[in-house]
């Protein structure tokens, strides 16, 4: 039987010692090749590059690197790299959590939607502390997922978005499968001045809060437990329609 | 009675057409306030700056750019130009349609998933041409969705991404709610050659094909309807939680 070839990819970089954890844990699963940024591309989204052509450097082998996002690397990966389609995609492990509302900035979790699209299985994992980031226990939990994927597969056009507690594998309390929390909303943003008294500003930092209840990616995260969320590419309110029929008079 | 506000946006920067035609349609409906990129940020999706400060200028009264992307535009908008909270966000006009899973690239719809996440009512507009583009019958377009957002609301943590067609007035058929289409998937990639004779990769191009049914945006935009499509901020596959809990054995 042909081993199962996973491609590995990732937004901070070929560099980062999250995709080398991640990497080490898929070839004990097959054949792993990573296809990652050149550079730390965290908060890019589902962003494409397609105003300039992009080069693909190979680094060692089955470890190539290209000048772009995190989706263009799916989709060079898929096209040009890989000498046949992947069975699964993976993606991280990211320093820091990916939960609710903020996954949509996240460019870890849309490498997984880039794979989806092609009808990829796909996985996006996610380290849910703060540095120093210690990915061991993190790369043994997308080793048993990717297993898991690979053996029961996942629901039709979606991908998974895990993230996993940053504690000892001992204090893990288990899976649960869990629903996109809500962020009680408001990027925060410092006044900074540059170095001819003119002020910018600068987003990040700030506390973020959530809501959504007990099933939520982030409560479930915060009582110990590894937060698995299916995600799906149509992003449709199907009521919606029907609020709007209903509402608009045209 | 206060006037609404609304906050004006894009991702083709602050000097394109299409925005400065939205501008002049929400103009005659309250206070209009551009903050747009200042430069072309097409496929940036929902990306958010937060590696470097941003800088804001202001062009003209009601007016200002900013060195970011169509989502840093939204949140610097918010907290930082306006003086109060806009009652509406409008995003374009796009150049070019926004359709099916294409939408996830776009910063034109990711301007209103920011917008939304505000729970601000928010609206994506693009016209579905090809160039020279005329923005005049998709501004009148955007005035009376923009109105009637503004009268009947939206759903809840939705936004309406709006595609009208490229015909004159008389052979736009109507408005339909639709839902967004499935692209039958394949990101074409030209080989090009750098001056030195190594090999690029350029993303784009090719001819999208897509599935999904009569009422989908692009089959309803094709018939020479407006597409009106809800997109909600939830991600979740709700379906596919009961999905995993059944076929993964853990």
Known sequence: MTKPLILVTNDDGVYAPGIRALLAAMQS?????????????????HSL???????????????????????????????????????????GINPGPNLGDDISYSGTVSAAIEGTMYNIPSLAFSLAGEAPFDFAVAA???????????QFSLPENTLLNINVPACGPADIRGIRFTRQGRRVYKNAIQETFDPWGRKHYWIGGGTVQWTGGEDTDEQVLR????SVTPIQLDLTNHAGIDFLRKHWQM
Not at 140 to 150: C, Q
């Open 29 to 45: 699963l097959g054949q792993a090749v990573i296809v990652a940024p050149e550079q730390d591309k965290s908060a890019v989204s």
């Open 223 to 226: 009582a110990g437990y590894i």
């Open 49 to 91: 590059t397609m105003n300039r052509p992009l080069r693909v450097r190979k680094l060692e082998p089955d470890i190539y690197t290209l000048d772009g996002t995190p989706t263009d690397c799916v989709t060079i990966g898929m096209n040009k790299v890989l000498d046949r389609r992947p069975d699964l995609i993976v993606s």
């Open 140 to 150: 043994d939990v997308a080793w048993k997922l990717a297993s898991m994927a690979l």
